[in-house]
């Protein structure tokens, strides 16, 4: 029994951190993936999740509702976003990292300015579970629940519906798909959404788990930005396996020697992977497979 | 019978950034017609086709496609006019499987049944074969088919060829010869294509324009055509 509760007490630190990294990367590994932009307000749009997410529940929507509601606004806000700033930078990438990155500062600001220092939260639901001595939070689980359930999700979404069909080949060759009809335009702004929409998505999931300030956005950016260079340009190929692999050393890194080294080992890992795979993960597998 | 214009440009120019290529371009083509450009390397024939599809903005001129100026639309808006493309390169996507590059061809159609699928794998049977392979893994002569069935799948009304037997063994040019004739028989589909192999020009088009230096210069009408020589005299000019 002993045994087991130590397999289970390493299991659930390996599925704390993976949902952990596979949450907050995904959206920027939407839009770097599929559209080449370098999101910097990402932070800012789990913020947006988060905020929605807790008024709406205090408003009196139950937490699940409440959770959709922030990725709804996350998203809409990221279509805005797409519309009115982004679109106009394609041609100038250096330029897209300054933009968002003063939309990202604009954003903490602005909800400083608007809602204060720091806002009420909602506490986590689900209390807590106890298995060979130790105790457990069970909305940890619903967390994991919900990583795994968003990568089977994306993966179904861009390769089983016309949606997804026709934003990988606007991502391969852009030109061609424009010739063949697609209205490219409206693909990079959902692509976007459907990033900004995810951020939010995770801003909703955590918020029941944080202190509600600002800048809250900035817990996750680091976790996003290693998992995304690690795994390279591809969310399937290369965000989930590189998320997997980061778990299992923040886990047992942190669960050995404590935070700091579980965020000093991501950010050797991230160095290693950048000289070792200079594509990442998912650049690596798919040299391979040409 | 005199069939009705499907495509006039009028002085048409364009160019890369502050560099024309194409210097007024004045030619037309008739529905059903299969109509070939020919001419020397770097003459203009590609940014031809590339401003006729839309993928180049004209910089002055027209277009005019079933009497309506289309020079100021944009691609997509082009192909769900009926016009197909087809680029030198190919340009299938790559990491995506042979059906679903048919099935970015078909969505402008908005619904597509599996007889749409059934028609092209009638036409390109190793497409059928390999539906499910990734199209980058394919052989140029694959690549080709692909590329022709994924504008041929939602029936456009013109479709702009540019170089189909290029870098392709000489077998399946015969094929793609054969299909795109097959084609326009059946559907009445109106074909323009740039092509450099006066043998695949010879067994698939009526009427051979001849481009040089941005223009086109001489028209060549199709019992001209299997007179090897008329055609050397003009691509020499
Ligand atoms: N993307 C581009 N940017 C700048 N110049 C270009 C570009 N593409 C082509 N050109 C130039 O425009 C001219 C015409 O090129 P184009 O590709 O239309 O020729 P082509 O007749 O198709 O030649 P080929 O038979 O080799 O395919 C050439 O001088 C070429 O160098
Ligand atoms: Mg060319």
Redesign the pocket.
């Known amino acids: 029994m002993d045994a087991l509760g130590a397999i289970f007490a390493s299991l659930y630190q390996f599925g704390d951190a993976f949902a952990f990294l596979v949450l907050s990367a995904c959206g920027l590994a939407i839009i770097f993936g599929m559209m080449g932009v370098i999101n910097l307000a990402h932070g800012e749009f789990i913020m947006c999740g988060a905020y929605v997410t807790v008024m709406a529940n205090r408003a009196g929507l139950p937490l699940p509702v409440a959770v959709l509601a922030g990725a709804v606004v996350a998203g809409a806000i990221g279509v805005l976003v797409e519309r009115l700033v982004i679109r106009h930078l394609y041609a100038r990438p250096l330029d897209t990292i300054v933009a968002t990155w003063g939309i990202s500062l604009i954003a903490t600001q602005g909800t400083l300015i608007v809602l204060g220092s720091t806002m009420t939260g909602v506490g986590t639901p689900l209390g807590s579970f106890e298995l060979a001595g130790n105790s457990y939070s069970t909305y940890r689980l619903v967390l994991m629940g919900s990583a795994v359930a968003v990568l089977v999700l994306l993966y179904l979404f861009f390769n089983k519906t016309r949606f997804g069909v026709l934003a990988r080949a606007t991502i391969q060759v852009p030109h061609m798909a424009e010739a063949l009809g697609v209205d490219t335009r409206l693909i990079y702004a959902m692509t976007f959404g459907i990033g900004a929409g995810l951020a939010g998505l995770t801003g909703g999931l955590y918020a029941p788990t944080m202190t509600m300030v600002p800048t809250m956005g900035t817990t996750f950016i680091m976790e996003a930005f290693v998992t995304v260079v690690v795994g390279g340009a591809d969310v399937f190929l290369g965000t989930a396996p590189a998320a997997a692999a980061l778990a299992i050393v923040k886990a047992s890194l942190t669960s050995w020697y404590g935070q700091l080294f579980g965020q000093i080992g991501l950010l050797i890992a991230v160095i290693l992977v950048i000289r070792l795979l200079p594509r990442g993960v998912s650049g690596f597998l798919l040299r391979e497979r040409a | 019978m005199r069939r009705e214009v499907i495509l006039t440009t009028r002085d048409l120019k364009a160019?890369?950034?502050g560099?024309p290529?194409?210097q007024g371009v004045d030619f037309t083509v008739r529905h059903g017609e299969i109509v070939a450009v020919i001419?020397?390397?770097?003459?203009?024939?590609?940014?031809?086709?590339?401003a006729l599809i839309g993928l180049?903005p004209t910089n002055s001129g027209s277009i005019l496609f079933n009497d309506a100026p289309i020079e100021a639309l944009p691609a997509s808006k082009r192909a769900r006019l009926g016009i197909g493309y087809v680029p030198?390169g190919r340009d299938v996507f790559p990491r995506m499987t042979v059906e679903e590059n048919l099935k970015v061809g078909v969505q402008i159609r908005g619904t597509a049944g599996p007889e749409d699928f059934e028609r092209i794998y009638t036409a390109f049977p190793i497409l059928k074969e390999r539906r499910t392979q990734r199209a980058g893994t394919l052989s140029g002569g694959q690549q080709q088919q692909l590329a022709i069935g994924r504008v041929m799948i939602s029936s456009p009304a013109l479709v702009l060829l540019?170089?189909p037997s290029?870098g392709i063994q000489p077998s399946i040019v015969q094929d793609i010869s054969r299909t795109i004739r097959a084609m326009n028989e059946a559907t009445g589909v109106t074909i323009v294509f740039?092509e450099?192999n006066l043998d695949m020009i010879r067994a698939t088009a009526q009427r051979c324009y001849v481009?040089d230096k941005?223009r086109i210069v001489a028209e060549i009408a199709a019992h001209d055509l299997d007179d090897r020589d008329a055609v050397r005299r003009y691509l020499a000019v």
Do not use: A, F, I, W
């Open positions: 160019g890369y950034g560099k290529v194409l001419g020397r390397n770097g003459v203009g024939k590609s940014t031809l086709m590339k180049l030198q540019d170089e290029e740039v450099q481009m941005g």
